[in-house]
């Protein structure tokens, strides 16, 4: 996808009506790497209801990466090699969290790769949801999937971006909240 077809699809995702605005949510994606010992954290991407980026860090590696994962993860080692310290960025994201509803695709992953725990009733998981699993014949359907579906948007064409995932469940979430927090 060329940066002016990205730019357009960020610009799509971004789009929030003025009752959308008002609400306390944020969505989160992160992007791993492998080590020996399993996942660690790589980037973390945070968007605000609004669909604006509040987040975006790329973060030291706090082992030695065997893989970085780029045709999926858009992580290469010089993105990390002077990242943030883990710490400080897990600290960061805490705060930003804090009562928010956090909207996120298969944020268990996500969390644990945190190393952090949010209150269950103030998550809104778009690959666990009802109405969204009703729209796929997949188990659990993946982003890409929903956004096409759901949105009309195409993403993760090549590498992913994690602020365009964020920015996409969110999207998700905010069409489906009605039916959402009415269940």
Known sequence: MSSDESQCVNDRLS?????QEDINVVAIDCEMVGTRRGSILARVSI?????????DKFVKPTGKVIDYRTPVSGIRPRDI????????VRQEVVKILKNKIL?????????????ISHPEHMIRDTSLHWKVKESSKLRTPSLKFLAKRLLGVTIQEGEH?????AKAAL???????KNWESS
């Open 47 to 55: 968007v605000n209801s609004k669909g604006e980026t509040i987040c």
């Open 171 to 177: 999207q998700v979430y905010l069409k489906e909240r």
């Open 15 to 19: 789009k929030v009506t003025k009752e």
């Open 81 to 88: 090699e002077n990242g943030e310290a883990f710490a400080k």
């Open 161 to 165: 971006s994690s602020v365009e995932d």
């Open 103 to 115: 909207v996120g695709h298969g944020l268990k992953h996500d969390l644990e790769v945190l190393q």
